[in-house]
């Protein structure tokens, strides 16, 4: 690589991506009609204890993931616990600049050895589709249970015709069934590419999946599954500080079902707000009326879990140079 490509990657990159996540951001926040009233209702709960502890369950959140991510890539290279909460950090800041937020690769693998990044993405690929994986599992579970198991006639069972209804909880439990097959079954995706002469360079750089065994995976799955019951109470305990009454079983069972939409829905960087507080407003007006409060927690939410990580990563990757001058 020429070395003024190299000096225009390491000085520039890192402050484009801070001033083009910021002015998204701001557009996103500040170009809502009603975001001064929600504003206003999240500046009243500062002092709540609920609402510090949805703070603190972030911390927690990106260091189970910080976890994660250190138990995969060390079949690359030795990683400290401190240098993968920074890798995940800025993954999460490159991420929110794509759609569907799939391209946190891009910001982790600046943390990663240069002969080993391209390696590294297979790896990030692994970790997304546990968690996708879990988010799957658990929609599925929550619309069984509300359409199937409930003693109680829930409201959200009536909002689509029966027909659709049942072609959707099918279709989510058919989806579920085969990427959780081909999570557990990585190693031989590698060995049937293998065979394939034309596919020999992809091979190269993804064998790593092969060294991954059941054991190892249901770690990454446990991992994934515990990240993703503390973004859920989170969730549960802002919509209580925002004066969302809703039974506590009820509305895990309805975030379920929430993140279950936000997986498949297709996002972008823009509407990526504007569609969450949509879609957590579909689901929740049909058991409360209080649409301020649900929309000043969806917005809260992805304030604390993803807004300040993402700013703070895009400072760290101000920091490190991405490819080496020499």
């Not at 391209?118 to 509300?146: F, H, K, P, R």
């Not at 190892?216 to 515990?226: A, G, K, P, V």
Request: with cysteine; hydrophobic share 55%.
């Amino acid at each position: 690589m020429n070395k003024k490509v190299k000096i225009l990657i390491n000085y520039f990159l890192g402050p484009v991506l801070f001033v083009i996540l910021s002015w998204s951001l701001y557009r996103q926040i500040f170009a809502r009609p009603d975001v001064g009233i929600q504003w206003q209702q999240i500046q009243n709960s500062w002092m709540n204890s609920k609402l510090l502890l949805v703070v603190f369950f972030m911390a927690v959140n990106w260091g189970i993931e910080a976890v994660k991510w250190r138990l995969l890539v060390r079949h690359l290279q030795p990683f400290s616990y401190f240098r993968a909460f920074k890798s995940v950090l800025s993954g999460c800041s490159v991420t929110m600049l794509t759609p569907n937020r799939i391209g946190e690769y891009g910001g982790r693998i600046l943390y990663v050895e240069e002969g080993n990044r391209i390696s590294a993405i297979s790896l990030t690929i692994v970790g997304s589709i546990s968690q996708l994986l879990v988010t799957m599992m658990m929609g599925c579970m929550g619309l069984l249970l509300l359409k199937y198991f409930s003693q109680t006639d829930h409201a959200i069972t009536t909002f689509l015709p029966a027909f659709w209804q049942n072609v959707i909880t099918s279709l989510s439990v058919v989806l579920t069934v085969l990427l959780l097959l081909f999570y557990i079954r990585l190693g031989w995706l590698v060995r049937i590419m293998e065979k394939m002469p034309a596919l020999y360079k992809v091979v190269k750089h993804i064998s790593v999946l092969d060294e991954f065994n059941n054991m190892q995976l249901i770690q990454i799955l446990s991992l994934s599954f515990l990240r993703y019951l503390v973004f859920v109470l989170q969730y549960v305990l802002l919509l209580q500080v925002m004066d969302v009454h809703i039974a506590g079983s009820l509305c895990f069972l309805l975030l379920t079902i929430f993140y279950l939409v936000m997986a498949v829905a297709p996002t972008f960087v823009f509407i990526e707000l504007p569609v969450r507080i949509s879609a957590s407003w579909a689901i929740f007006q049909l058991y409360t009326s209080n649409q301020t409060g649900v929309s000043a927690a969806a917005l809260g939410i992805w304030i604390i879990n993803l807004v300040i990580p993402a700013v703070i990563g895009s400072l760290l990757i101000l920091s490190i140079k991405i490819v080496k001058e020499k």
